[in-house]
């Protein structure tokens, strides 16, 4: 089975801080994304990164930056986080010649 | 651009009622379309999916089939069970390119749906 992981499922911060999420795969895919969830907005995609340091920005990048160094492993930074960006951020994967994206199991986070 | 609309929720039914949750599309081209789902404290899994015109996805019970005259892909069930209580998502993604670099998924806003005992 494949398996996207996220490195905190809650995680509470100040504004202000500097907020690392981590997400990890284990099927050697290509493409990996970063989303956040709101409700009545749905998912948004944030950024996402079809390679090995390549990166491409999605609807709505501002306020984040992404770091993949490798394969495995998609990392979205909040460099000063504000409370508008407290949210459900959701990870996901996807083989490159594939189109079904395979999610992981979320991280809440609350900035105050 | 791509763009998924969905009907507007949340949904309340009682077990054994019938399902049907409403999704048109546009785009360009001939995109694939999904329907994901979101169980309480989860993140989102692949429901069922069809990758061409009058394709039928189907899984646990839900069926969907890619209208492309309409360009809608209706989410239906025919006995609902609380155990299906979630938030449905529909979604499109265009056929993936070498790089992968067209690979977003475009969703719906999504829709709550509530089965009662």
């Known amino acids: 089975d494949v398996k996207v992981t996220q490195s905190s499922r809650y995680l509470v911060k100040r504004t202000g801080e500097k907020v690392f999420l981590e997400c990890v795969q284990d099927m050697d895919h290509e493409n990996m994304f970063w989303y956040r969830q709101d409700p009545g907005l749905g998912l948004r995609l944030i950024y996402f990164?079809?390679?090995?340091?390549?990166?491409e920005k999605g609807d709505i990048p501002e306020g984040y930056s992404v770091s993949r160094e490798k394969k495995e492993r998609f990392s979205l930074i909040l460099e000063s986080a504000s409370t508008n960006q407290t949210s459900m951020y959701l990870c996901?994967?996807?083989?490159?010649?594939?189109?079904?994206?395979?999610f992981g199991p979320g991280t809440r986070l609350t900035v105050l | 651009g791509n763009s998924v609309t969905q009907m507007e929720g949340p949904v309340t039914l009682s077990e054994e009622a019938f399902l049907t949750i409403n999704c048109t599309y546009t785009?360009?081209?001939?995109?694939?379309l999904f329907w994901y789902v979101q169980y309480p404290g989860e993140g989102l899994q692949l429901l069922l999916k069809a990758t061409k015109a009058d394709d039928k996805g189907s899984n646990k019970g839900f069926e969907a089939t890619y209208r492309k005259e309409t360009t809608s892909f209706h989410l239906e069930k025919g006995s609902v069970q609380v155990s299906d209580s979630a938030v449905y998502f529909c979604a499109l993604s265009e056929p993936p390119n070498y790089t992968g670099a067209n690979s977003k998924l475009t969703f719906g806003k999504g829709i709550t749906l509530s089965v009662r005992p």
């Open positions: 996901a994967s996807r083989p490159r010649s594939y189109n079904e994206q395979f």
């Open positions: 990164s079809y390679d090995v340091k390549m990166k």
């Open positions: 785009a360009t081209g001939y995109p694939s």
